[in-house]
Structure formats: structure tokens, C-alpha cells
């Protein structure tokens, strides 16, 4: 047998070596006083001269390459032993660690919101819940007594001349633009309240998140494209828009604006009621008359406004159907998020 | 708003199919909720906004369509200016019309129609009716009502027999003044109800509702046709009094076009003689239109630069005619603008940009990005409330959010009511929603409550909220909850730890908030009744507690130890994340020594802590509870405890033999005072 073949059998034959025992055993068959090895070594004489002494260098070498396979058996054998004592590893097992919280799904959705707008270059604010009724209603160029007042019905005050509950965030618009002057980029999260009977799709008290722009040289085509941008952020990059004509008594012109549907990508499905369209936020050119109210000059200054619902947006984003899974704080929901 | 597909087509020519016309309405803001095919119809449902009464009628939405697709408007008097309304009486006449104060009434209309034959509607007419969601009565009552879908115009016909001859006065009810509505529900009515009443009595609320005697039913001859105009605000209250809304109702609180009461009128009485064989003796009036005209002068810069896109005088000029305005150049770029009766919404520039833009079409607008000028100093409170949040998830709390609006009956009974009243709401739909909560217990207990019982072992909850209190103005303070009940148990290296909530978990995760945001000068300090108080910088800013039976009984909670803690957050905001200075790290190291001992259990580790330390020495720099337990080795009423003493110089490295002394004079101090059993 010729010494390359040799090498192949060693091989394949220390594969099969599980334990010392049988390392020494394939130890013994090569190197031992009357293994392959010897028994190559005592051949030589039988080898014709001219040949001999390449022989020889190869047995050498074959011998040596014996001894460094060897040991590197042995050392693999060790390391397999340290792994089946006492050290040994389970990596199934859960890891040490306590239970991590979530933040509440609709803090979610409000912080997601908001930097995106940050990232534009908006700043956020707050406002107070308890308003007056002038911030919610005659300072946004809403009468008291007409019907436009419908759509915001709203929780008065015991005891207080004209407070209320904020009926939207809008009121922040007020309080904003009479505390600083343009240019102004705000988005305002915050809770609001209605009196809504408690269903599915209903509650008396939900969150909302304005945003108000204003400066010089504000336009409608603004408003869109800041809205585009937002949109996308939140809902992807394939979503569509469209600027619907609308009425609300602080813009003018007014939007509400619908994105694709998110469920059924626009085909029509029970989520958008076949439309293919679903109502994500109002919007609008900041009325005159508002301006007029925090006395900043219409002629100077334009703006824009939009303001949305989280619990919405949280709905159709996670696929959320009951509107009370919010506020049951139920730690199986929670813990989704 | 409902109209039908084909009565669209009586007065503007449509030549896009339904689901098209569907389409460019809502696009144009006419939003079409709801399309569908009626028999040879197709009924469109459209949400009409509340600034809109003009579409309000099917001619105005016909006239909104002519408008976006182009068609022509057929059909021509429904659309014509009105005929000058006659003088207040007509010679032989038999009746009169007064009114007791214009401002509630500007015009009212009363038509004599006699010989009328009462019967059926025809079919045309039931059908229309019955498609806009209008139930058939006969034919008398159906025609005021088409007029009224038609016209935008509410119209009202009384037997006129039934009335009380002579005179037809528009005033205030009497307080109380009874009247039987067609809906058969007896009335009290109020001086804020306006009526409509005969020399005798009040026959009808203005506006609202006919009253059931002067009905007009199948033996009526002769009719007595009501067209008229009543002050929105009026009517508003008027029917909110009464819980009544009306087609009606709906019309004139959003504001029925001036000149509408004249032609619908008209209109009705043509429908009467041709389909009642009625003859029209004559119509008795009081009050005109008497309307100035309003113009506005729109600058086609002004109109690019809130839009962001270029439209000249000539385009906008398309537009409002298309509308029904009537427009002149001004002057180079501006338009004057006169405003039509039905377009009472419109008033200034702004209000003829939407109608250019929508009909234009929102989608043809650019989008573009303002350049923004940001500010700098906003979101700092934000962002130490999202510190808050994001450390206490870390920590293995959830956030909850629960109701601001609470039941009295909630907070009496789980014992959490506040030392004031709390803020009440003066029109609640349900007890649920009361008051506004004092603070966030009550919500958070109910949130525990609901957790365990879906067989939460342990529930850990925050919320970060609003609470409300009282005063000279109503109060709003940012608090912080945590509740924190049942048994955490989670894996160490040897196995699984069982850890039961407590006082000093709920510390501890406090304790980590404050030196997240490097907030010192705090301090708990124990009360009775298992109650602790905070304080920060000795200003009191919250508390902690452990719910009583009364309270665990009322949230339903057995077998649950339940701890709670509020915070409010404005102090905590003023104090936090103060800027630092940084202290050189110390040259030489310190030594650490132990003192184990046995203490009663009624001497507070902080006492002992802070007289090792005044009596230490200069050299000791830190105390610190290494360890303690309770069990066999300890005698009942005590505990052991191991306190490790920090000794540190900044001049050099200390020896053993160096800090032996101030030890052994700490442990003295130790025994002597505390009367410790050292170990």
C-alpha cells in the first residue's frame, strides 16, 4: 500500500475515535512496534537504492504528520469531555432575566407621531384638558349657538362659569399662537373628552393630536406635502392620499384627508366599507378669523392646521377592533406592544 | 341628505354614470356615504356639511354638480329669482299675518289654496318620497314635503278650517302653553319656543313641528300653505327644548336661503292645483327677504399664495359663475364677487379660495415643504416624562391609561375620595363619568383588579396622567402612578425566586426613577396606617400606599396585598436632571468593614444609619445595608441586619489598623445607643 492511501485510511479512521481508549488503539495499529509505520521502516532494505532515500523522507514525513494528528485528537477529546462534566450548557432554557414592561400602544402611536413631525422640524406642546369655552369654541370661529357646535359635543364643569373638558386638542391652537408669535411648528398630543356613550368604535374620552403651522408664506400645497411626508412615515412608503373638501370652522380652506386603505390597499373591504379609502385626519388653512382672535396679522401671516385621532390611527395600524381594549388595560394587550 | 339619480337629472343634465357623479361629489366635498341601485334609481346618501344648507335641497346639489362636470342646469324657475312678495293683505282675503318681533321671523308666507282634493300622492311622487326615506301621508302633505326636498325650503299646510279665522301671528309661546304636536306628543312650551298660533292658541312650533288639530287629513277643503323664514339660533334652541330635530329643523337652524320661502311657495301651489285640483286664492305676507347684497373683492395673488398654485382671474372667474356668483374685474387681479341668498357661508376671500380650490380640485393643488424655523426650547418636560416611561418599562412595568372621568360612588366606596370635592361634570351620559379623578388610584386598583382577575400572578402598572382637584379654578396636576400587587417570580442561577410585592419594591422602583433623573433631597417618611409619605426637598410630592379591606373590597380583590403610589410630577420637573459637575475620581482606595448585629425591629435602619455616620468619624464616608434577614436564628421582634462602613481618604491609602479606632468607636457607639447585639 502506498503511503498516500495510508494517510486517507488514518484519517478515516481517527473519525471514527469517540474516546482515549479508542485513540490509543488506532494509536497502537500505526505506531506501535509492529504497526504500519514499523512495518514501512522495515521495508526499506527491499527497496531498490536509487529509490530508497525519497522512501525514506516520505515515511519520515508520514510518521511525524502521525504524532501531530495524534495529539490534535487527543486535545479535541479533552475539550468534548469538559462539555459533558459539570459546565456543560443548556442554552434551551429561558435566560436569567426579569419580565421587561411595554409602554401603553397608544403612547406608542403618539410618540411615533410626533417624531415624525419632530424630524420636520416641529416642536411638541401640551395644553390643559380642563379648557375654557372660548379657547374650544369662540376663539377657534366656532358660534355657540349653530349647528356646526353638533360635532362637538362636550362635558361643562360643575361650579365654574364656562370651563369644559376640551371637546379636541384644537384649544392648543389658541393658547399657542397667543403665547408666541410666528413662525410657529407645533404638534400637540393630548386627551379629549366627548359625551359618547361607550360602544366598539365609541368613548368619551380618546386622544388626539393637533399641529399647527404658521409663518409667512404658508400655503395649502404645504399642508399637503407635510402631510404626504407624515403619512408615509407612519403608514409606508406605497401609501396613497387624497385631500377630500371639508368643512371645519377654524380652516378655511378645510381637508380631510384619507389614505389608501392600509387592509385592503384600495380594492374596498368591511375595515374602509368598501371605499377603498380611509379617513385618517381633518385639516385646513388656518381661518382668518382665528388670526383675527390671537391678533396675528391675516395679511402677514398664513398657516395651516390639521389635528387626528391616536386611538384611529392605533386601530387601523395594529388591527385593534374595540376601541375599550385601550382603557381595560388588560396586561394580555399591553404586553403585545 | 338623500337624493336619487334621476331626480338629479330634472334639473341638470348628467352624462357620467352614478358610481362617476358618486365619485366627484365627494371629491368636490359633497362626501356620497352611500350609492345604491333602486329599481330604474340609484339613491345617493350624501354627508352635508353643516356650512352647506344650500345642498340641503336636491336643486342645490343639482346646481353643485352643473358646477364640477359641466352640465347644463335645466329646469330654470326652481332656479330664478324670486317674485316680489305682496303687500300684508289681500282684499277678500280671510286672513292676516303678524309677527311679533322680525328678528325671529323675517318672512312668513300664508297662501290661501281652496277646494282642495285630499287622497293619495301619485305614484311619481310616492316614489321620490319614499327613495329620500319620506313616508306617503296624502297628497296635500307629501307635496310640501317634495317641495321641501326639492326647494330646501320647509313648508307647512294647515286646515284652514281648523284654524281660528282671522289672523296668523308668529310669536314667543307662553310659558307653559300646551300644544299636541303631529307626532301626537303633548307640549309644554317655553317663551324661547317661537309658535305659530291662530287668534286663539298656538297651532304650531315655527320651524320644528305642525300641531295634530290643524292637520290637514282626508276631509280637509281647504288649506292655508305656511312658507316662511325663522332665525336659525331660535329654532336651534327651540327644537333642543323640545328633543325634536326635523327636517325641518335641520333646514332652518342651518340657515334657509332668503328668497327660497317666495318660489317654493309658488312652487307648491302650481304642484296643488295641478295634482289637488286646488285653487289658489292669494297669499297674505308679512316681512321681505331684505337682504343687502354681499360682495367680495378676491385678489387672485392672494388666492396663489394660500394655495400654492398659480390660477388667474379668468379661471376663477369660471368657477364662481359656475357657482352661481356673479363676478365683474375689479381691478387687474381682482375679482368682485357678488354672493347669492342660498351662499349665506360666504363672506370673505378665503370662502370663495375653498370654492375655487375644491372645484378646481384639491388633487391638481402641488404638494410642497415650508421651510420650518425650529424651536429650541420646547419638549423638555416631554422628554423627562418619556425618560420616566422608558425607565419604568425597563423595571418590568406596563403602562396603563385609564378614565379621567370616575364614579363618586367608585372613589366613597374604595375610600380614595380626596379632602375637597372633586371636579364634577355638569352633563355626564352615565355615572361612570361623574367627576374627574382626584387621583390615579382608583384607576389603577380597577386596572389590578381586572388583571388578577384573569389570573395574573402579578401585575406591575404605571400611568402617567392628569389629576384634578378643586379650587378657585379648576386644578390640573401630571401625576405618576404605579400599582404593584400579587407575586413576581422569575429565574436566578438557582432556580425559581418567588418575590411577593411590597412597600419597598414600590421604594425601590421610585428610588430608581429619582436617580435616573439625578433628582437628591428626597426622603420617605413612614405614617401610620400603612401609609407613606414623600417628600422632596421637604415639599411633599407624593405618597404610597397599601389598599385597605375597605378598598380591596370594593375593587373586588381577594387575596392580593395591593400597593399603590402617586407622585406628582411638577417638582420632580424642577428638580430633575440638574446640570453636573464632574468629582474626580478618588487617588487611593478605601477600606470596607462589616458590622452584623440583631436589631428590635421597631428601630428604624435609617436612625441607626445616620448616628454610625455622625459618630463615625472623619474617615467614614459611606453606610449602606449590605444585608438582612428574619428566621430561625433571630429571636421574634428583632432582625439581623449587616451594615457595610466605607472608610476613605483622599491623602492616601489607609491601613486596617488606621480605621480599627472610629470602627470600633462606631460598633460602641452601635451598642450603646441601640442596644444591638453585635455578631
Redesign the interface.
Known amino acids: 500500500m502506498d503511503i498516500d492511501s495510508l494517510q486517507a485510511q488514518v484519517k478515516n479512521d481517527l473519525e471514527k475515535v469517540s474516546s482515549p481508549e479508542a485513540l490509543e488503539e488506532v494509536r497502537v495499529k500505526y505506531l506501535g512496534r509492529k504497526g504500519v509505520v514499523a512495518e514501512l521502516t522495515g521495508s526499506i532494505p527491499g527497496i531498490p537504492v536509487q529509490e530508497r532515500g525519497e522512501f525514506g523522507r516520505k515515511v519520515n514525513a508520514f510518521k511525524s504528520g502521525l504524532h501531530e494528528l495524534f495529539a490534535k485528537k487527543e486535545e479535541s477529546l479533552k475539550d468534548g469531555e469538559a462539555l459533558r462534566g459539570e459546565n456543560i450548557i443548556d442554552i434551551g432554557m429561558?435566560?436569567?432575566?426579569?419580565?421587561?414592561?411595554?409602554?401603553?400602544p397608544?403612547?406608542r402611536i403618539t410618540?411615533e407621531i410626533c417624531s415624525v413631525f419632530s424630524r420636520?422640524?416641529?416642536?411638541?406642546?401640551?395644553g390643559?384638558?380642563?379648557e375654557t369655552e372660548y379657547n374650544n369654541f369662540t376663539g377657534l370661529n366656532i358660534p355657540l349657538?349653530?349647528?356646526?357646535r353638533?360635532?362637538f359635543d362636550t362635558?361643562?364643569?360643575?361650579?365654574?362659569d364656562k370651563?369644559l373638558?376640551r371637546s379636541h386638542t384644537s384649544p392648543a391652537q389658541v393658547r399657542i399662537m397667543q403665547e408666541?408669535k410666528p413662525?410657529?411648528?407645533?404638534v400637540v398630543p393630548g386627551?379629549v373628552?366627548r359625551?359618547?356613550?361607550v360602544d366598539a368604535s365609541h368613548s368619551?374620552?380618546f386622544h388626539q393630536i393637533e399641529g399647527l403651522?404658521v409663518?409667512e408664506?404658508?400655503?395649502?400645497?404645504?399642508l399637503?406635502?407635510?402631510l404626504?411626508?407624515f403619512a408615509k412615515a407612519i403608514f409606508g412608503e406605497g401609501i396613497k392620499m387624497?385631500?377630500?373638501?371639508?368643512?371645519f370652522?377654524f380652516t378655511?380652506?378645510?381637508?380631510?384627508v384619507d389614505i389608501s386603505c392600509i387592509i385592503c390597499g384600495g380594492k374596498g373591504c368591511s375595515v374602509c366599507g368598501r371605499k377603498g379609502w380611509l379617513e385618517i385626519l381633518g385639516s385646513g388653512?388656518v381661518?382668518?378669523n382665528v388670526f383675527k382672535h390671537v391678533a396675528i396679522d391675516a395679511d402677514k401671516y398664513?398657516g395651516f392646521a390639521f389635528g387626528m385621532g391616536v386611538e384611529r390611527i392605533a386601530m387601523l395600524k395594529y388591527g385593534i377592533n374595540d376601541i375599550r381594549l385601550?382603557?381595560?388595560?388588560?396586561?394580555?394587550f399591553?404586553?403585545q406592544f | 341628505m338623500k337624493t336619487t339619480y334621476q331626480w338629479l337629472k330634472d334639473f341638470v343634465e348628467i352624462k357620467i354614470p352614478p358610481e362617476e357623479l358618486a365619485d366627484k361629489l365627494t371629491m368636490a366635498g359633497l362626501e356620497v356615504v352611500f350609492l345604491e341601485k333602486k329599481g330604474d334609481d340609484f339613491v345617493f346618501e350624501i354627508e352635508i356639511t353643516s356650512n352647506r344648507p344650500d345642498w340641503l335641497s336636491v336643486s342645490g346639489i343639482a346646481r353643485e354638480v352643473a358646477a364640477i362636470t359641466g352640465g347644463k342646469l335645466k329646469n330654470a324657475p326652481v332656479f330664478s329669482a324670486p317674485r316680489k312678495i305682496p303687500g300684508r293683505k289681500i282684499a277678500g282675503l280671510s286672513i292676516e299675518v303678524g309677527i311679533e318681533d322680525k328678528k325671529d321671523c323675517p318672512i312668513y308666507l300664508a297662501r290661501i289654496l281652496r277646494n282642495v282634493k285630499v287622497g293619495p300622492s301619485p305614484e311619481w311622487i310616492k316614489k321620490r318620497l319614499e327613495l329620500v326615506g319620506c313616508r306617503s301621508i296624502n297628497n296635500v302633505v307629501d307635496i310640501t314635503n317634495y317641495v321641501l326636498f326639492e326647494s330646501g325650503e320647509p313648508l307647512h299646510a294647515f286646515d284652514l278650517d281648523k284654524l281660528a279665522s282671522g289672523k296668523i301671528t308668529v310669536r314667543r309661546a307662553k310659558d307653559k302653553e300646551k300644544l299636541l304636536t303631529i307626532d301626537g306628543a303633548e307640549n309644554s312650551l317655553l317663551p324661547e319656543n317661537l309658535v305659530i298660533a291662530d287668534s286663539n292658541r298656538a297651532v304650531a312650533v315655527a320651524g320644528v313641528m305642525g300641531g295634530k288639530e290643524s292637520e290637514v287629513d282626508f276631509g280637509t277643503k281647504h288649506i292655508l300653505l305656511e312658507a316662511a323664514l325663522f332665525n336659525p339660533v331660535i329654532i336651534r334652541r327651540s327644537r333642543q327644548l323640545l328633543g325634536k330635530t326635523t327636517e325641518a329643523s335641520y333646514r332652518f337652524e342651518r340657515g334657509v336661503d332668503p328668497e327660497a320661502p317666495e318660489r317654493a311657495s309658488r312652487r307648491a301651489a302650481q304642484l296643488l292645483k295641478d295634482l289637488c285640483g286646488a285653487e289658489d286664492a292669494g297669499m297674505a305676507a308679512r316681512g321681505s327677504a331684505g337682504r343687502k347684497t354681499v360682495t367680495v373683492d378676491l385678489d387672485t395673488g392672494y388666492l396663489s399664495r394660500i394655495l400654492g398654485v398659480c390660477l388667474g382671474c379668468a379661471q376663477a372667474k369660471k368657477i364662481l359663475l359656475g357657482l352661481g356668483f356673479k363676478v365683474k374685474l375689479k381691478a387687474k387681479n381682482v375679482l368682485r364677487v357678488e354672493v347669492p341668498s342660498f351662499r349665506q357661508d360666504v363672506k370673505q376671500p378665503v370662502d370663495l379660495i375653498e370654492e375655487i380650490a375644491r372645484i378646481y380640485g384639491y388633487e391638481k393643488i402641488p404638494n410642497s415643504l415650508p421651510l420650518i424655523t425650529p424651536d429650541p426650547d420646547t419638549g423638555s418636560r416631554r422628554e423627562i416624562i418619556s425618560e420616566i416611561k422608558n425607565l419604568l418599562v425597563g423595571l418590568g412595568l406596563s403602562e396603563a391609561i385609564t378614565y379621567s372621568l370616575v364614579d363618586r360612588k367608585g372613589l366613597k366606596d374604595a375610600g380614595l375620595e380626596s379632602e375637597t370635592a372633586p371636579l364634577s361634570v355638569m352633563n355626564p351620559l352615565s355615572r361612570e363619568q361623574e367627576v374627574l379623578r382626584p387621583g390615579l388610584a382608583l384607576g389603577l386598583g380597577r386596572a389590578v383588579s381586572f388583571n388578577l382577575k384573569q389570573k395574573q400572578e402579578y401585575v406591575p402598572l404605571f400611568e402617567i396622567a392628569n389629576v384634578f382637584k378643586s379650587g378657585k379654578e379648576p386644578e390640573e396636576k401630571l401625576a405618576l402612578g404605579i400599582a404593584l400587587s400579587g407575586t413576581k417570580s422569575f429565574f436566578s442561577g438557582e432556580g425559581r425566586v418567588h418575590d411577593p410585592a411590597s412597600f419597598l419594591h414600590l421604594k425601590g422602583i421610585l428610588e430608581a426613577v429619582f436617580s435616573k433623573l439625578k433628582l437628591t433631597g428626597y426622603e420617605f417618611v413612614n405614617l401610620p396606617a400603612g401609609r407613606v409619605e414623600i417628600f422632596l426637598h421637604k415639599n411633599k410630592i407624593g405618597s404610597m400606599l397599601e389598599l385597605g379591606r375597605q378598598a380591596l373590597d370594593a375593587l373586588e380583590i381577594k387575596n392580593h396585598k395591593v400597593f399603590i403610589c402617586e407622585l406628582f410630577l411638577e417638582k420632580v420637573f424642577s428638580c430633575a436632571l440638574p446640570d453636573k459637575k464632574f468629582i474626580s475620581l478618588p487617588k487611593y482606595p478605601g477600606i470596607t468593614r462589616d458590622i452584623s448585629f440583631v436589631l428590635k425591629e421597631e428601630v428604624s435602619v435609617e436612625s441607626v444609619i445616620a448616628s454610625i455616620k455622625e459618630n463615625g468619624g472623619s474617615l467614614l464616608r459611606e453606610v449602606k445595608v449590605a444585608d438582612y434577614y428574619r428566621g430561625k436564628q433571630i429571636p421574634a421582634g428583632f432582625r439581623g441586619l449587616t451594615l457595610s462602613c466605607f472608610y476613605a481618604s483622599a491623602e492616601r491609602t489607609l491601613t486596617e489598623k488606621e480605621i480599627q479606632p472610629s470602627h470600633d468607636l462606631a460598633c460602641e457607639f452601635l451598642s450603646r445607643r441601640f442596644e444591638v447585639k453585635l455578631r
Open positions: 429561558p435566560g436569567i432575566a426579569q419580565q421587561v414592561g411595554t409602554l401603553h397608544l403612547t410618540d420636520m422640524g416641529f416642536s411638541v406642546a401640551e390643559p384638558e380642563v349657538e349653530h349647528p356646526s353638533e360635532a362635558f361643562y364643569l360643575k361650579d365654574y370651563k373638558l408666541k413662525p410657529l411648528a407645533v386627551r373628552y359625551p359618547d356613550a368619551f374620552m403651522m409663518g408664506g404658508i400655503k395649502f400645497s404645504d399637503k406635502g407635510v404626504e411626508t387624497r385631500f377630500r373638501p371639508h368643512f370652522p378655511e380652506p378645510s381637508a380631510e388653512m381661518h382668518p398664513s385601550f382603557f381595560e388595560n388588560d396586561l394580555r399591553l404586553r
